[in-house]
C-alpha cells in the first residue's frame, strides 16, 4: 500500500463517516465529553482501558504542553498506530512533521474544544477545534482504530490526525 492511497483511502473514509455524522446518521453513538479529562496524566500509554475519547485528551493535552525537548511530541507518537508509522516514519521524522504547518498550530495551543465522538466498529472520529498560540481557530479529525493484533491488541490508536474546518463552516459538498 503506498502513501498516497493510504492517504486517499482515509480522506475517503473520513468524509463518509463525517457526512453521516453530521447529517445522515443522528443517532450514531455520539458523546459529548467534559471539558476536563478525568485521566490520570503520568505516563500514559495505549492500554485496552482507554477509550477512543481518552487517546484523543491524552495527545491533544500532551502537543499543548509540548516543550523543548519535544515530550509532547513523543508522547503523541506513543498513540499513533503501527499502521500510522509505518507511513509518518520514525520519531524524528514524525517530530518534523508535527512542526510544520498545519500541526504546528497544535503545539502549544491556548484551547481545545471536543466535538462529538463517532465510533463505528473498530473506527473512531472525533474533531476537535483548537485556538492556537496566535489565537487563531483551526480544526483536526482524530481518526483512530482499535488494533486487532500485536502488543496493542484491544487498544485504540491514531491513524491521522486530519485538518478541517470548525463545524460551524465546515462545507461537505
Given amino acids: 500500500m503506498t502513501y498516497t492511497y ?8 473520513t468524509k463518509t463517516i ?5 447529517t445522515m446518521f ?27 475519547h481518552d487517546v484523543v485528551r491524552i495527545q491533544v493535552e500532551a502537543l499543548r504542553n509540548n516543550n523543548t525537548v519535544n ?17 509518518t516514519g520514525p520519531l524524528n521524522r514524525f517530530t518534523e512533521m508535527v512542526r510544520a504547518a498545519p500541526y504546528n498550530r497544535l503545539l ?5 474544544q471536543y466535538g462529538p465522538l463517532t465510533v463505528a ?12 498560540n ?17 502488543k ?5 490508536m491514531t491513524d491521522a490526525v486530519i485538518p478541517a474546518q470548525p463545524p460551524a463552516r465546515q462545507d461537505f459538498t
Fill in 6 to 13: 493510504f492517504v486517499s483511502s482515509t480522506l475517503r473514509w
Fill in 18 to 22: 463525517l457526512l453521516s455524522m453530521f
Fill in 26 to 52: 443522528p443517532l450514531i453513538v455520539a458523546a459529548t465529553l467534559p471539558s476536563e479529562s478525568t485521566l490520570p496524566m503520568k505516563d500514559p500509554a495505549p492500554a485496552p482501558e482507554l477509550a477512543p
Fill in 71 to 87: 515530550a509532547g511530541i513523543s508522547l503523541t507518537y506513543r498513540f499513533a498506530s503501527p499502521d500510522n508509522k509505518r507511513h
Fill in 108 to 112: 502549544n495551543h491556548l484551547n481545545a
Fill in 121 to 132: 466498529g473498530n473506527r473512531a472520529l472525533q474533531m476537535v477545534s483548537i485556538i492556537d
Fill in 134 to 150: 496566535a489565537g487563531e481557530e483551526i480544526a483536526y479529525v482524530w481518526v483512530l482504530s482499535l488494533q486487532s493484533e500485536g
Fill in 152 to 156: 496493542f491488541k484491544n487498544c485504540w
